[in-house]
């Protein structure tokens, strides 16, 4: 039965720690797909196939998990889909063709959708009001996790050769976090801390002064935003690999710890750019961000044939990555009223993009070329870049109305 503790640490450090496992199994695909590809005797623009089922694994995780958390205890669900990624990660190495294979991206998508909105959830439900910096917290160690993953791939593909290893070694670092929240009571839905302490009840925001066309208009022009960001993001940090092997700048052991670089300073930069989010406006934030983000992948189509180059890029997309997805939720409570619904829609776009950018890279991949890759990614962040200033120049008449608290 969910429980009303004081402490909340035993809680808290469960729901870091899911995060730790939802990193490790996204970054794994990435430096895993030619092993895959090989495993199962597909092409990879076929074998590209898999980001889209673990992306549509990853929606349904979401949308029905978020309504299961509503209804059950939320540990006893969180385990179960922890126990449910560490058997999928498991088998995946035996899975002999590529259906197998999709199928089992599915389920694990799925799996680390029901555990991203239960983290994202439950750790509202534990601290309350109070839940900012545990909030970023828990992001950040989604990035530990994805710093995390390449590192094992990497060094699993240098003391095995393939990618059977990585995926075992993944599936039991799942185990202990399960057995961790397993001993740990779940935390109070809101209704039921309503009911027992009248005072738990969170302040609805109040709607700012916007017509329902207007804020309409704003929460399409975020999503996608949010659709083309996470789409560049999903597809960098999944094809950096096979594209550094492509041309030549890295061996595959070398490239995975290339996806790490790039995971490694998107986490860093979560950390960093806290202080910068109290100070700053979000939109200006946004601005530099997405010029970062351009330059970084505009210097990597430059000087292409350059691995100094590719190393500096990959950290700087990283840098310039980081607050994106947070400082646009900022930017969307400043100018709307943030409800389910409405964050329901940002996470659909952004898996919209994380399903259908790096899909449209393994189509081109080999009858165009590696180098379709950044072209792909750097339009892609143009494409953000200009609804976000669609946005600027949509919402600017209605600001002045906005309460500034």
């Not at 969910?2 to 990193?23: C, D, E, K, L």
């Not at 126990?83 to 799996?111: D, H, K, Q, S, T």
């Not at 970023?136 to 393939?162: E, M």
């Amino acid at each position: 039965m969910p429980s009303r503790q004081t402490n909340h640490w035993p809680q808290t450090i469960g729901y870091f720690a899911v995060f730790v496992a939802i990193g490790l199994e996204t970054a794994s695909l990435g430096p895993t797909l030619s092993g895959l590809a090989d495993q199962t005797h597909t092409q990879l623009g076929a074998i590209s196939f898999l980001f889209t089922t673990a992306a549509v694994g990853n929606m349904l995780g979401s949308f029905f998990g978020g309504r299961l958390y509503d209804r059950v205890p939320g540990h006893p669900l969180m385990v179960s889909m922890l126990l449910l990624m560490a058997a999928m990660l498991a088998l995946i190495p035996a899975a002999p063709v590529l259906w197998v294979l999709a199928a089992a991206w599915l389920v694990l998508g799925l799996a680390g959708g029901a555990l991203d909105v239960g983290g994202n959830t439950l750790i509202v439900w534990v601290h309350g009001r109070r839940v900012g910096p545990f909030m970023n917290a828990l992001h950040f160690f989604f990035g530990i996790g994805s710093f995390i993953g390449p590192v094992v791939v990497g060094l699993a593909l240098t003391l095995s050769g393939n990618v059977s290893w990585a995926y075992w070694i993944l599936a039991v670092l799942v185990l202990p976090v399960a057995l961790w929240l397993v001993r740990v009571p779940s935390p109070l839905s809101p209704k039921d801390a309503q009911e027992s302490d009248p005072d738990a009840e969170h302040a609805s925001r109040p709607e700012p002064g916007q017509t329902a066309s207007r804020r309409r208009a704003t929460v399409l022009l975020i999503a996608l935003l949010l659709l083309f960001y996470v789409g560049a993001e999903v597809a960098f940090g999944g094809w950096i690999h096979t594209y550094a092997v492509a041309l030549d700048l890295s061996e595959a052991a070398t490239a995975a710890y290339l996806t790490s670089a790039f995971w490694g300073a998107l986490t860093f930069g979560r950390l960093v750019s806290i202080p910068f989010a109290a100070r700053f406006r979000p939109r200006s934030i946004l601005f530099v961000d997405l010029l970062g983000c351009l330059a970084s992948v505009g210097i990597i189509l430059l000087w292409s044939a350059s691995s100094l180059v590719v190393w500096l890029g990959a950290l700087g997309l990283g840098l310039s990555m980081a607050s994106v997805f947070p400082t646009a939720l900022s930017l969307a409570e400043r100018r709307i009223s943030i409800t389910g619904q409405v964050t329901g829609w940002f996470l659909v776009a952004g898996s919209v993009g994380a399903m259908s950018v790096p899909w449209l890279i393994g189509q081109l991949f080999e009858p165009v070329g590696p180098q379709v890759t950044m072209i792909i990614i750097f339009g892609t962040l143009i494409a953000a870049l200009i609804a976000f200033a669609v946005l600027l120049m949509a919402d600017s008449p209605s600001r002045s109305r906005i309460p500034s608290g």
